[in-house]
């Protein structure tokens, strides 16, 4: 950027006295006068600049218009006649110049000069950017920006006065985009203005929502800003993958936290707030990211808000298939178990097949099991069979895609916390579920449409299987009217899709289509001779959207 105001401000200035100077000799009459006098300044005046502006170097090129018409000049001035080359390329140089920007003195090579001028007399972006840090400085940097538009206002003119840049100047877009991504407001306000733009990003800011209820729940004022700062450190901590269904340390088992457990307020037992916030952000998660599985971060989260609002609702994570040992912690049941009282017999069910009364009537028995023996069970080794069963790998050998088709079953099952949001939390998303079946649907579609020519489609065509999921729970919790109306959208919106997207999609919507007219799904997840099919992600065997008229 500075070279290019010294290009602007120093170096085509003086080509134009340059070419100015030689015009002046280029006429049917001799030069005037000072026109030698007046050349020798010029090449003092080069040696000068060159020593002092040493950013552009365009001016040293022995090729250059302005190299060409300083070489001819020193010839000149020293008594010496051109060479015929150095004759033909100053007619060249002259020529393209006077061609390209006119007769220094026009008036539009006037206009063209005042504008470059004016470009180059603004503040550098680096010295605007050092205003906006003066102005921000002095914030707390874990809290955000509460005001960032004051933050990339205009220079005013104290702020000239002190840093000698022009009253006005604005901004550049760059740093005022930076710090308005540091914006401190409601999570929604940040959602809305693209602040957040992913579940992911969501997950990293929600610790501190949730370190604030906590905290409420302790009577004295410094204790609550303590408790909260110790949360927000413990949330950032390293996350780690551990076999055997191990867990790492919970805050609630560290010994400071411990200590401090009998200070708590007289309203620690109302679990109202945190209810209010599990609800909030469930709706927020579902309304901003319908088609995204919830990060295991915002599931965490969400678990720790559901357990202090004693709601007995399990918040289940998405495990790793690489390290997966087959087996499921009991929570994974309780919570297919309230799926199967809200979607029993929905579009949801018939569509993955699921017999909800036994998954009510295995829950039932584990908990009676653990009630008999005194204490629950570790493991839920039924639901682990089942998913086994559903992903039929029950006879295969260990491998990742095998371990991620029982996974998946266990999403299917569990509704991997959709469920749970919205029979426990009591979420109802203010744009409607249908809207948000759509808004799954068009991400659907949107990644189908990079699995043609992908290398490795797998994990694009895993995501679009889970926005599929995301998709069929909101449809199942539409009016009947609304539900149908959702389909047909769908239908037309696909048909309108290009060739390869709507290949992709048509046999998971004439699947889809098929269920919601009553039919079902063979055992092989196929219809119609193969025509509807059920879509999953996870397939230990070649994947049918990764088929043979298929690229990849």
Not at 8 to 15: A, C, G, M
Not at 260 to 273: F, Y
Not at 351 to 363: E, F, K, L, N, T
Request: with cysteine.
């Amino acid at each position: 950027m500075e070279a290019q105001r010294e290009a602007l401000s120093v170096w085509r200035p003086f080509e134009d006295e340059l070419l100015a100077h030689r015009l002046a000799a280029a006429g049917p009459h001799a030069p005037a006068p000072g026109w030698r006098a007046e050349g020798a300044a010029l090449l003092s005046r080069y040696t000068a600049l060159a020593a002092t502006h040493t950013r552009c170097t365009k001016h040293r090129d022995p090729k250059s218009n302005a190299a060409i018409l300083r070489r001819a000049l020193e010839e000149e001035l020293a008594g010496r006649a051109l060479a015929p080359r150095l004759a033909g390329l100053l007619r060249v140089a002259v020529s393209s110049m006077v061609a390209k920007r006119g007769v220094p003195g026009s008036p539009g090579h006037d206009r063209l000069r005042r504008a470059r001028a004016e470009h180059a007399a603004l503040p550098s972006h680096h010295a605007l950017a050092a205003l906006v840090l003066r102005r921000i400085a002095a914030l707390d940097g874990e809290r955000g920006i509460p005001d960032p538009e004051a933050a990339v206002a205009p220079v005013s003119e104290h702020e000239a006065a002190e840093t000698g840049l022009p009253v006005g100047a604005v901004v550049p877009p760059a740093v005022a985009a930076t710090v308005r991504g540091a914006l401190s407001a409601p999570l929604e306000v940040l959602v809305e203005r693209g602040v957040v733009p992913s579940a992911e990003v969501l997950a990293s800011l929600v610790p501190q929502l949730v370190a604030a209820v906590t905290a409420e729940r302790y009577a004295d004022g410094p204790l609550r800003t303590l408790m909260a700062a110790t949360y927000r450190a413990f949330r950032r901590r390293r996350s780690l993958l551990l076999l055997d269904l191990q867990s790492q340390v919970r805050i609630g088992e560290l010994p400071w936290v411990r200590a401090v457990s009998g200070h708590l307020g007289d309203g620690a037992a109302d679990g109202e707030p945190a209810r209010e916030a599990l609800r909030r952000l469930g709706e927020l998660a579902v309304c901003a990211f319908p088609a995204t599985v919830p990060p295991n971060p915002l599931v965490r989260e969400l678990g720790e808000l559901a357990r202090r609002a004693e709601l007995g609702a399990p918040f289940v994570e998405e495990l790793a298939a690489d390290i997966f040992m087959g087996t499921f912690s009991p929570k994974f049941l309780v919570a297919a178990r309230i799926a199967a009282d809200l979607l029993e017999g929905s579009l949801y069910a018939r569509y993955y097949g699921i017999d909800y009364a036994a998954v009510r009537r295995m829950a039932i028995a584990q908990a009676t099991d653990g009630a008999l023996r005194g204490h629950p069970a570790r493991t839920a080794p039924e639901f682990a069979e089942l998913c086994a069963r559903r992903a039929g790998t029950a006879t295969r050998g260990w491998s990742t895609a095998a371990n991620g088709t029982v996974i998946e079953q266990a999403q299917i099952l569990t509704t991997h916390n959709l469920a749970t949001l919205a029979a426990r939390a009591g979420i109802a998303p203010p744009p409607g579920w249908a809207r948000l079946a759509r808004d799954c649907f068009e991400a659907v579609c949107r990644l189908l449409a990079r699995v043609e020519g992908n290398p490795r489609p797998m994990p694009t065509i895993k995501d679009a299987a889970y926005a599929w999921r995301q998709m069929l729970f909101h449809l199942s919790l539409c009016e009947a009217a609304e539900r149908e109306a959702a389909l047909a959208w769908m239908e037309a919106e696909g048909a309108r899709r290009s060739g390869r997207v709507r290949t992709l999609l048509a046999p998971a919507l004439a699947g889809l289509r098929l269920v919601a007219d009553g039919g079902s799904f063979g055992a092989d997840g196929t219809a119609d001779g193969g025509r509807a099919r059920r879509l999953l992600g996870w397939s230990a065997d070649r994947h049918w959207m990764r088929g043979s008229r298929l690229p990849g």
